[in-house]
């Protein structure tokens, strides 16, 4: 509890100290959601445009990644898109494969010192 405190203390102050500028939704999105509950859909879709070049910059690219058919997407990151992406259901049975690889690597890690 003491931690979620401090986190959420910690995320006001850089809003203050920021005066907002680390926000995710430019303040144009903001106005514009403020205002009114419905927005015609070319706005909206410059909003989300906005939005995905923003999280592109966070992140250091400068497009949309794409992936080549030959890679390989490990089976615990499958189960936990089909866990996360379920309509309603939040279940919280975990996937067999779920833990399995992050115990095998902080043992590898802790071989390694």
Excluded: C
């Amino acid at each position: 509890m003491v931690a979620v405190v401090r986190s959420l203390m910690v995320l006001l102050l850089t809003q203050v100290l920021l005066e907002g500028a680390a926000g995710l939704i430019p303040e144009v999105g903001r106005r514009k959601y403020s205002e009114s509950g419905k927005q015609s859909p070319e706005r909206s879709e410059s909003f989300l445009n906005d939005f995905e070049l923003r999280l592109l910059n966070m992140f250091g690219l400068g497009r949309r990644p794409t992936p080549s058919k030959q890679a390989v997407v490990p089976q615990y990151m499958v189960d936990l898109y089909h866990m996360h992406s379920a309509n309603g259901d939040h279940s919280t049975k975990r996937p067999k494969t779920m833990g399995k690889h992050a115990e095998r690597a902080a043992s590898q890690r802790a071989q390694k010192i």
